[in-house]
């Protein structure tokens, strides 16, 4: 079982900005799909970015387009999503995962992730 372990949540002001990492196993950087989803109280998870390890474009969902980017350090193992201008509403639990799958054929279908991170909470107050 590969590991996925997200860090950097916390609370912030509207139009704040935080910064949330996203360890995972060398095993899982090998032309695979790390992605950032998040769920909010009530609401289903959804996926806020993708990005492949290998070669190919980050994807974002259009409520966090010019706000959100996703990026990689393969060195390092890690995986961030760099959030600002952040919005009441990008109020959730954040969780990285990774697939076997390439980006563009697991995009937005939960079930094709088979490592999930236990999340990290991100609130934004006005």
């Known amino acids: 079982q590969a590991n996925v372990a997200e860090s950097g949540g916390g609370s912030v002001q509207v139009g704040g900005s935080l910064r949330l990492s996203c360890a995972a196993d060398?095993?899982?950087?090998?032309?695979?799909?790390i992605a950032w989803f998040r769920q909010a109280p009530g609401k289903e998870r959804e996926m806020v970015a993708t990005?492949?390890?290998?070669?190919?474009?980050?994807y974002y969902t259009d409520s966090v387009k010019g706000r959100f980017v996703i990026s990689q350090d393969l060195a390092k193992n890690m995986v961030y999503l760099q959030m600002t201008s952040l919005k009441p509403e990008d109020t959730a639990m954040y969780y990285c995962?990774?697939?076997?799958?390439?980006?563009?054929?697991?995009?937005?279908?939960?079930?094709?992730?088979?490592?999930w991170g236990q999340g990290t909470q991100v609130t934004v107050s006005s």
């Open positions: 990005i492949p390890t290998g070669a190919g474009s980050a």
């Open positions: 060398r095993s899982l950087y090998l032309d695979n799909c």
């Open positions: 995962a990774a697939t076997s799958e390439a980006c563009a054929r697991a995009r937005g279908t939960l079930h094709l992730f088979q490592f």
